[in-house]
């Protein structure tokens, strides 16, 4: 069962590079440095949404399990979950090194 639950990350890894890669010579074609910016802004919040979307995909296949819908099933509820888990874990970390990059550049000496 491990295997299909790395298969399934990696793919998902796949889609979301292929994505970003998708988005991003579009964005930044009419912008110069400043757009770099607005990039990686769109991409993150692209990435927040996405996140807050497999969080509430996730309770809402938790909810109909709990109420017993009949098309509700417990392995789906719990890979659910576990994406869900996963996508965040993966969101803090990337939150976290973003805090230790602005740390490191603001103590800096000038």
């Known amino acids: 069962m491990s295997q299909i639950d790395v298969n399934s990350v990696l793919s998902q890894l ?10 991003m010579p579009a964005v930044s074609t009419p912008g110069a440095s400043s757009g ?5 802004g769109t991409l993150f919040k692209q990435s927040l949404g996405a ?5 509430s995909d996730a309770q809402a296949q938790v909810n109909a399990f709990e109420r017993g819908d009949p098309g509700a099933d417990i392995v789906k509820t719990s890979i659910a979950g576990q994406k869900a888990d996963l996508a ?9 090194k973003l805090v230790d990059a602005y740390t490191t550049i ?3 000496p000038v």
């Not at 965040?88 to 976290?96: A, K, P, Q, T, Y």
Request: charged share 15%; net charge positive; hydrophobic share 45%.
């Open 14 to 23: 796949r889609a979301m590079g292929a994505q970003a890669s998708g988005t």
């Open 36 to 40: 770099l910016g607005s990039d990686f």
């Open 88 to 96: 965040f874990r993966g969101l803090v970390e990337v939150r976290n």
């Open 51 to 55: 996140v807050a979307a497999q969080q």
């Open 106 to 108: 603001m103590n800096m």
